[in-house]
Nanobody, 115 residues
Framework: VQLQASGGGLVQPGGSLRLSCAAS????????MGWYRQAPGKQRELVAI???????NYAESVKGRYTISRDNAKNTVYLQMNGLKPEDTAVYYC??????????WGQGTLVTVSS
């Protein structure tokens, strides 16, 4: 199983980035797909999650700025991040769970918001 995340980088405050995470090698049906982040010295936190049927939840801190979406045919999840702030700086991880239940993490991609 491989979750390949991409799209991180350095961006100025107010800028945008789009993260992608493609899941491969998963034998079961992919259910929820999500993004988490971990800032230096902080615990990992949920950013956004989307079910196979399209139900979405966002962390309060990113509502109105981030948009999660997925392509079920490609087992790929996206995170469009607009209006980035310095406090959004973190390593972003994708996460997938399946039916029957199994849970997988991607390797993380660093997002740095700085002028």
């Amino acid at each position: 199983v491989q979750l390949q995340a991409s799209g991180g980088g350095l961006v100025q405050p107010g800028g945008s980035l789009r993260l992608s995470c493609a899941a491969s090698g998963i034998a079961y049906r992919v259910a929820n797909m999500g993004w988490y982040r971990q800032a230096p010295g902080k615990q990992r936190e949920l950013v956004a999650i989307i079910s196979r049927g399209g139900n979405i939840n966002y962390a309060e801190s990113v509502k109105g700025r981030y948009t999660i979406s997925r392509d079920n045919a490609k087992n790929t999840v996206y995170l469009q991040m607009n209006g980035l702030k310095p406090e959004d700086t973190a390593v972003y991880y994708c996460n997938v769970d399946t039916i029957p239940y199994a849970n997988y993490w991607g390797q993380g991609t660093l997002v740095t918001v700085s002028s």
